[in-house]
Every structure is written in structure tokens, then in C-alpha cells.
């Protein structure tokens, strides 16, 4: 099993409770509650609608056939680089070699 992010397009309007209907879609698919619990890792509903559980490749392909369901893509950890932050930042090689801020760092985190 891998974790599968099973978007849906935009979140329903009204007062639609998100992980109840994920659940529910999960439930239905993986044949009870208990299995859907285990298997949820994280609702999205603030910005868009779809969630994270861990998935075979029988369920990833009936989510995809699922009414409602825009894509299944497999979860991938991405690491975090930079390879110009001293030129992004304005920085010259002297001037980190002339910095007394031995104990400082400076960071911008733009995750896209």
C-alpha cells in the first residue's frame, strides 16, 4: 500500500462536512468504517477537495473510476533546496566570509 492523494476539484459549498464524506467515499470502496479510519491520513477541505490514505492499486484504479473524482496521484516526498541562496540574496562571497552572524540564519521558505 501507498499513500494516494485522491483530489476532487474544488470543496462543495454549503455545510458539507469534508471528512465525513471522505470517509464515507472510503468506507464504500474499502468495505467498512474501521478499514476507511485506518487507511485516512489527512482531509483537505480549506481550499480544494480530496484527501490522503493509504491505497492498493485495486482501490487507487476504483477511487479513479468513482463519479466525482478528478485524478489519484501517489504521494512523493520532495526535500526542500536551494543551490543560489547567496545570490538570491544579494550576497557576495565576501560577504559571508566578513559576516559576524556565525549563529544566525536567515530563511525564506517558499514551498510554491
Do not use: C
Not at 493509504?54 to 543551490?83: I, Y
Not at 557576495?92 to 540564519?105: E, K, N, W
Amino acid at each position: 500500500m501507498q499513500v494516494h492523494i485522491v483530489y476532487m476539484g474544488e470543496k462543495p459549498h454549503g455545510a458539507v462536512s469534508m471528512v465525513s464524506m471522505h470517509h464515507s467515499m472510503l468506507a464504500s470502496v474499502l468495505g467498512s468504517t474501521a478499514s476507511a479510519k485506518e487507511s485516512l491520513i489527512y482531509s483537505y477541505g480549506r481550499s480544494f477537495n480530496g484527501f490522503a490514505a493509504k491505497l492498493s492499486d485495486e482501490e487507487v484504479t476504483r477511487f479513479a473510476d468513482m463519479d466525482g473524482v478528478v485524478s489519484v496521484l501517489p504521494n512523493s516526498m520532495l526535500e526542500l533546496h536551494t543551490t543560489r541562496s547567496w545570490d538570491f540574496m544579494g550576497f557576495t562571497q565576501s560577504h559571508v566570509r566578513d559576516s559576524q552572524g556565525g549563529d544566525v540564519i536567515i530563511g525564506l521558505l517558499d514551498t510554491g
